[in-house]
């Protein structure tokens, strides 16, 4: 039989995993919410992708896969698009972070290699949100 105060930890342990799991899809809808404003910001002629299909990064697992179709296509986005001005010094537009990115998430999955991925993963997330969010300040909003 269980006594009382198991029963209490028990719920002390799935109340942490709930408020874990609760904050992780909060976060995850604040990075979607960024990248569909970017996507949004780019005259539609040069998306190279819907900013509606962002979302589908919150799908556990097809995100990994996503990772590679939303921040390479986001930097050829504004890439294409700053071509068309004239403007040759964005550089790629942070399409290597954003491909690099994809790729330590794809890496992360790997035991005890996924620590060290996982941690880049972040900072390069970081990177490439604050660089395309500087990008799209430089589209006028329309």
Not at 8 to 28: E, F, P, S, T
Not at 44 to 50: G, N, V
Not at 87 to 99: E, F, K, P, T, Y
């Amino acid at each position: 039989m269980r006594s009382e105060s198991d029963v209490i930890a028990a719920l002390g342990v799935l109340g942490i995993v709930v408020v874990v799991l609760l904050l992780i899809l909060v976060v995850n809808v604040v990075i979607c919410l960024l990248l569909q404003n970017c996507y949004k910001r780019i005259p539609q002629q040069f998306r190279k992708l819907e900013p509606s299909l962002v979302w589908l990064l919150l799908i556990p697992c097809f995100s990994l896969v996503w990772n590679f179709f939303v921040f390479p296509r986001l930097s050829q986005s504004f890439k294409s698009y700053f071509d068309s001005i004239g403007r040759s010094d964005v550089g790629d537009c942070s399409g290597s972070i954003g491909l690099a990115y994809a790729i330590c998430c794809a890496v992360s999955i790997i035991p005890y290699l996924g620590c060290l991925t996982g941690i880049a993963s972040l900072v390069l997330l970081i990177i490439y949100l604050v660089r395309v969010n500087e990008l799209k300040n430089q589209i006028p909003a329309m």
